[in-house]
Structures are given as C-alpha cells and as structure tokens.
C-alpha cells in the first residue's frame, strides 16, 4: 500500500471510530431504571441464578436477612469438598487429576478397576490424528497458545467421523478425547509458537505411554523430556485445584450458552477456551505476571509497604502497569475472605521460594495480598471484601517450577476441559433443557430511514 493510500484509510478509521463514539452512548443510568442485572449480577452482587447444577459448588459467603455475610471460599466437586478430595489421593500416593476428571464427568468417585480402565481410554485417546499437527498446528501456528488451542479444537470437528451425533455415549466418548488430546495440542501448539515466533529449535514430542496427565505435559513441554516426581506431583495438584468452578464462570457459562443451542462440543469447547483467555478470567495467571514485572521495576524497596501500596494505586488509577485499572490475581466474583485454590497454592509457592532462594519474590507477592483491598478502599472507594484468587500464586508455581509464562492459562485449560465437558453434558441431558436466551432492553430511539443521496 502507498503511504497516501495508508493515511487515508487511518483518517478514514479515525473518523470511524468518531462516528461510532457519537452514536453508541449508553447512559449509564439506563441499568438502574430498566432494572438490567449488570454482568447477570444482582444489585449486592450476586449471580443471577442462570441454571441448576450437580457439577460444582462455590461458596464464598452466606446471606443473612438478605444481606450477604463474607465466608472463606469452599470448592466442591460432584459434593465433595475439594480440599478432602486432595488429602485423599495425596494421602495414598496417587495423582488425582484423572480421578478428579472421572468424578466430574461421571458424577462418582472411580473404584480402582473403573479408574484404571478410564487412564486406559485417556491414553488411547491420547495421540491426534494423523497429519494434525502437520496441517493444523505447524502450517497454521499462532503467537498464542490459546488462540491456537481454540482453533485447532475447532478443527477437531472435520476429523472427527460423527461430529453432530448428541447421543450420550457419542457425547462423553468425544469429551474424553478432548481431555486426552487438550493437553497434547498445547504442547504442539507450544513447539509451534517457539520455533516459528521465538527462532527456537522445533521438538514434538509424543505422549508416553503409562504416564498420566501431569507427567505427559511436563514430558512433552521439556526439551530434554526431564521432569521430577516432585514437579509432576505439584503439576496434578494444580489441575485438580483449577479443573470446574461451577457453571457460572464465564467459560463454564459460556460453553453452557453454545451447547443450549444443540450445537456440537468443538465449538462449545473452542468457544470456552476463547472466554478462559480473557485477563479477567483465566487469563489472568499471565497478567499477574507481568504486573509484578512492572511491580518489580517500579518499587524500589519492596518491604516497603508505602512504597507497594502507592505503586497498587497507580495501577488502579490506570497509571502504571497495562492501564488496565485492575490488579491482577485479587478479586473474584464469589470468593469474600478467601479463594481455597490460592490458600493451598500459596503453601506450595513459599515451601518452592524457600527452596529456590525467592523468598522476596514470594514476600511481595504476599505484600500485593496483603495491601490491595485497603487500596481498593481508599482509591475506589471499594466497599466489598476481596482475596487473592487462585491465579495470583498459580502463575508464581508455574515460574518456580520453570514452566514458561505462555503456558500458564493454557495449562488452566488443560485442566477446565473436564468442567467445561461436564457442564455442555449436563447442559444437553437435563430435562426440559431450554436455549439459554436473556433479553437486552433496547434503548435506540425509532428513525425512518434516508435515501443515500439525503444523508
Ligand atoms: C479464574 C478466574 O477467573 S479468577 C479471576 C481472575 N481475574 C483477575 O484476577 C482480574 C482482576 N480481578 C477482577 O477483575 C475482578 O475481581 C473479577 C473480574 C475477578 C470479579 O469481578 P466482579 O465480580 O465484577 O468484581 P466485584 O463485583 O467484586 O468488584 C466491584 C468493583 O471492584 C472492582 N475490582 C474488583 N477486583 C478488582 C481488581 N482486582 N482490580 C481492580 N478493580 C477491581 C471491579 O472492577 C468493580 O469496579 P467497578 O464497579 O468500578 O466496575
Ligand atoms: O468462578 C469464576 O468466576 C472464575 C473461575 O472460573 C475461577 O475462579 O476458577
């Protein structure tokens, strides 16, 4: 293009977005008098309740005369409480990611037999199809993992032999392959990123027979296929914690919307990694990140907490970090007192800092926890009670463990495939099903139209 001809359409895209700007005012006030349920939230911030679920539950607080009283934060999975369901497999020497997907998918614990039959169709199911990875990931690759994932999930659609059939077993043998083979593509998807964006050597490694979840992506991310018991141990526990959260996260919700409409699980699926890429959702492991890059460089003491706590206002008032006005990793739409997930997580981060000399690291991420709902406060005159969420010390495991930054909230989805799968079969099943259809109050005013030549 011609630099006149490229001046010209950036004036003309300028004076698009002026013609947008003047025609797209919604007042804000119009939420209050039409009584719209902002982000499908009630007045006191509650959801909207959008469905019934036996999948997951999340607790964060209770209502007492109609008044919501902050709790700590409590998972269940299926009715088990998450923590209990970790101390049992850990207790007895097991990964549980496997068995946490069965139990979420199926709705009951595995026995033994049942479980070692389920690790058995995983690993069946493991490998892609042939020619995929060629024609899918490597000649079509993407700056991001995500972006890569979703699509190459969409993909899935044209080698799969029976693609629309909703039958049950049709639909749950489809959601084991996507568990299967969701972690195997984020690792091709990785290899594809590093070696045609970062100059990087390109490696494809195939999943190993007789290894689970966790010990198959640390073999398949790594070079050298080398990883510890330790490492793969910790990795299953983070998939376990990060694997369903109740059908109205916005990635659970969103392939809940799809799947009401009787359309098929890759799209269902690639549409919730799209929703669990955001910044606010799972996206935020990453962010949290590189904030506390900005955070780093920004603070000059960092046992400061005047220092820390002025640097969190910049960032709230949008200036300092992405302007993005948010502190990455606190917050959450149901937790008040605590997130479970970042409890735990933040136990394994400060034993992992002791033993990899970042105990400052870790203590100023404990600062940033510590501090931010004061500055909530005082800057935004925030009322509500807020924690840490599970993504502010995931990304920090992650790093300790030398797993790279692009993967974090891939790994999130890693995990999520079985909440999100349960979550479009129960969607599917349940009787009386309906298309999940809210309504938008429209507040354009009525206009004839006008000929080309009068405008
Ligand atoms: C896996 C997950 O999805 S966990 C969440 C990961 N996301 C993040 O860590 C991003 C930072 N946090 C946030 O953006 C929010 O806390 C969310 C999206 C998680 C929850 O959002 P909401 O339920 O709408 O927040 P809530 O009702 O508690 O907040 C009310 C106000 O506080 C603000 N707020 C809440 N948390 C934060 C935060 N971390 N930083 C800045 N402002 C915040 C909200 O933007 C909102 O302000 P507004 O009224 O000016 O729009
Ligand atoms: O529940 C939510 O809103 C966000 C979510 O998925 C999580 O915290 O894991």
Not at 86 to 113: C, D, K, W
Not at 126 to 145: H, N, Q, W
Not at 329 to 334: P, Q
Not at 335 to 350: C, E, W
């Amino acid at each position: 293009m011609q630099n006149d001809d490229r001046n010209s359409s950036a004036r003309f895209m300028e004076s698009l977005c002026g013609e947008y700007q003047a025609h797209n005012h919604i007042d804000p006030a119009f939420y209050e008098r039409y009584n719209v349920k902002r982000g499908l939230r009630n007045a006191d911030g509650t959801g909207v309740m959008a469905g019934v679920t036996q999948i997951g539950n999340v607790m964060g607080y209770y209502l007492q005369d109609g008044e919501r009283v902050p709790a700590p934060g409590k998972l269940v999975y299926r009715g088990i409480d998450v923590e209990e369901l970790i101390n049992g497999f850990v207790s007895e020497g097991r990964f549980g990611y496997e068995e946490t997907a069965y139990l979420l998918l199926f709705g009951a614990l595995p026995t033994r037999q049942q479980l070692a039959s389920f690790q058995q169709l995983l690993a069946e199911h493991r490998a892609l199809p042939p020619m995929f990875t060629e024609d899918m990931i490597l000649k079509a690759p993407s700056p991001d993992v995500m972006n890569k994932l979703a699509r190459a999930v969409l993909a899935l659609y044209s080698y799969d032999d029976d693609p629309d059939n909703m039958s049950l077993s049709n639909q749950l043998s489809q959601a084991i392959q996507l568990v299967a083979r969701v972690p195997v593509i984020v690792a091709h998807a990785f290899a594809a990123k590093r070696h045609y964006y970062d100059n990087e050597s390109l490696y494809l490694h195939r999943p190993q027979e007789g290894l689970g979840v966790a010990e198959n992506f640390l073999y398949s991310v790594r070079h050298d296929n080398q990883f510890t018991a330790e490492e793969a141990r910790l990795l299953d526990l983070c998939l376990v914690l990060h694997a369903e959260h109740g059908g109205g996260n916005n990635s659970a919700f969103t392939c809940r919307v799809l799947s009401s409409s009787g359309t098929d699980i890759y799209s269902a699926i690639a549409a919730a990694i799209g929703s669990l890429k955001g910044p606010r959702h799972g996206g935020a492991n990453k962010k949290v990140m590189e904030m506390f890059g900005y955070i780093e460089q920004g603070v000059g003491d960092w046992k400061d907490d005047d220092e820390v706590r002025a640097y969190l206002g910049k960032l709230l008032k949008k200036e300092a970090g992405d302007r993005s006005g948010l502190i990455y990793g606190m917050g959450h739409a149901i937790y008040t007192l605590s997130d479970p997930r970042a409890v735990i997580l933040k136990r394994f981060a400060k034993n992992l800092a002791q033993t990899k000399g970042m105990l400052d690291e870790f203590e100023l991420f404990e600062t940033v926890e510590r501090l931010t709902p004061e500055v909530l406060r005082t800057v935004k005159g925030e009322q509500k009670v807020v924690c840490a969420n599970v993504d502010l010390f995931s990304g920090l495991v992650y790093k300790m463990m030398g797993i790279p930054m692009e993967l974090y909230t891939p790994l999130f989805a890693v995990a999520r495939v079985v909440g999100w799968c349960a979550h479009r079969i129960e969607e599917v099943y349940q009787p009386g099903n309906r298309i999940i259809r809210p309504a938008y109050k429209a507040v354009a005013p009525m206009r004839p139209f006008v000929p080309l030549d009068q405008r």
